[in-house]
Each structure stands twice: as structure tokens, then as C-alpha cells.
């Protein structure tokens, strides 16, 4: 059997309805449950219920053979992980975004020292530097819009989607960080241990994503 990290919510859905159609049977996933893991034996999976942040921590010691996880949050984890299949839901773009009365249109009109609250703090360190920018990077774990609402920070970084958040809290885009969509990730002993299993999964994955982008 093969251990599998996940986190609940609507990206957990979009996943249930991929392995599916991969042929990997997980109706177990839709019963309304508070369990934190959930075997499908006819799937040969057992589904962990974790929290998107730790996935990459649980995969990276082994405690799961794989972890679906947002690229954005894969990246700001740093962990020793195998990424092996883009799943290409969950697509989202990581944006600097700043107050609409700021009068700033671009990341090099940010004042010195500028204020950045942020859920990716190692992703905008490295972004502002790259960039030449000095930038003081405040990490918070959510709700980041809040930040120059009530003078906490200047700017932000943050993902979005639909752009309504940021829209209702009066903030704009100046700059695109980085694109992100849910990953297929693997412990690298794990993906030497179980390969067959593994690359059956995951070409069984692709499989289906190349079918839907035909
Ligand atoms: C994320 C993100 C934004 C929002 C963007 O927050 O941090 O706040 O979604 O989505 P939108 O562009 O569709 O409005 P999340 O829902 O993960 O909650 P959090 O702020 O507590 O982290």
C-alpha cells in the first residue's frame, strides 16, 4: 500500500476525481468523516490528512511515500522531496500586491526598508533580492490582506486566484511572483523502494492530464 499526504478542502475533491479517472477507486474520500487516515484498499492507497504546509514535511521523513502539494508551498518548504507529476489544478499566481492608494505601480516604487507581510517569507526574501530590493519581510500564517489594511505592512505577498480578495480589501497587483498548481511529490526512498507502484500512479495520473489537454 501505497501512503499518500494530502489536505482536505477542495483541492482534495479536484484529486479524488483525478485518481478516478486513473482508475485508482477513492470513494472513500466523500464520506463525511473526521478520521485523519483513510484507506481505500482497492486503490492500494492510505490517504493522511494533513494540513497543506506539513505535506512536504511528512513526505521529506518518510512518514508518507508521496504528498500532493501546491508548488508555492513545496518551494517555500525547501524540503528534500522528489516532485514528480504537475497535476495543473489548483492553479494560482503569487503576486506583490499593495494598497490601491499607494500610488506604487511597480516593486522598484517601493520605498527602502518597505514592509511585506507574507505566508512565503524564504519565497519574497529571495524574490526582493533578486530584484535588488531591501524589503522587510513580516511572516504571518494567513489572512496576509489584513497586513496594510491596519498598518502592519506595506505590501504583500500572496497567492491568488479569483483576485477578490484582494480586490475587497482595497489591495492591487504590481508584479507576478510566481505561477503555482498542485504537485505529485514522492520520499526519495519511497520512490526507490515502491518504483513499480509509484511509476504506475503517477504515469496513470499523466495519463488522464494528457487525455484532458488534447
Ligand atoms: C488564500 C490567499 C488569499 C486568497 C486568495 O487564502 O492567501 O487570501 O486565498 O483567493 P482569491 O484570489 O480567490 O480571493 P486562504 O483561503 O488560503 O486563507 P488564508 O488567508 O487564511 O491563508
Redesign the pocket.
Known amino acids: 500500500m501505497l501512503s499518500i499526504a494530502v489536505s482536505k478542502g477542495r483541492l482534495l475533491d479536484a484529486f479524488a476525481e483525478l485518481l478516478e479517472e486513473a482508475g485508482y477507486p477513492c470513494s472513500v474520500l466523500q464520506k463525511a468523516t473526521r478520521k485523519l487516515v483513510i484507506s481505500s484498499s482497492e486503490a492500494g492507497l492510505e490517504f493522511i490528512l494533513a494540513k497543506p504546509a506539513d505535506v512536504p514535511t511528512y513526505v521529506e521523513y518518510g512518514a508518507a511515500d508521496l504528498g500532493v502539494v501546491g508548488k508555492d508551498t513545496l518551494l517555500e518548504a525547501g524540503k528534500r522531496v522528489a516532485e514528480l507529476v504537475d497535476l495543473m489544478y489548483g492553479r494560482?499566481v503569487m503576486v506583490v500586491a499593495v494598497p490601491e492608494a499607494a500610488g506604487i505601480d511597480a516593486v522598484t516604487d517601493l520605498h527602502f526598508n518597505s514592509r511585506v507581510a507574507t505566508?512565503y517569507p524564504s519565497i519574497a526574501q529571495a524574490f526582493f533580492q533578486q530584484h535588488g530590493i531591501q524589503a522587510d519581510i513580516i511572516p504571518l500564517?494567513?489572512?496576509?490582506?489584513l497586513g496594510p489594511i491596519i498598518g502592519l505592512a506595506d505590501a504583500v505577498v500572496?497567492?491568488?486566484?479569483?483576485?477578490?480578495?484582494?480586490v475587497e480589501n482595497g489591495l492591487k497587483p504590481i508584479c507576478e511572483v510566481m505561477e503555482s498548481t498542485s504537485r505529485l511529490i514522492a520520499n526519495p526512498v519511497s520512490y526507490k523502494m515502491k518504483a513499480v507502484e509509484i511509476h504506475a500512479l503517477a504515469d496513470a495520473l499523466e495519463g488522464v492530464l494528457n487525455r484532458e489537454n488534447c
Open positions: 494560482c505566508k500564517h494567513g489572512s496576509i490582506e500572496d497567492i491568488t486566484e479569483t483576485g477578490r480578495t484582494l
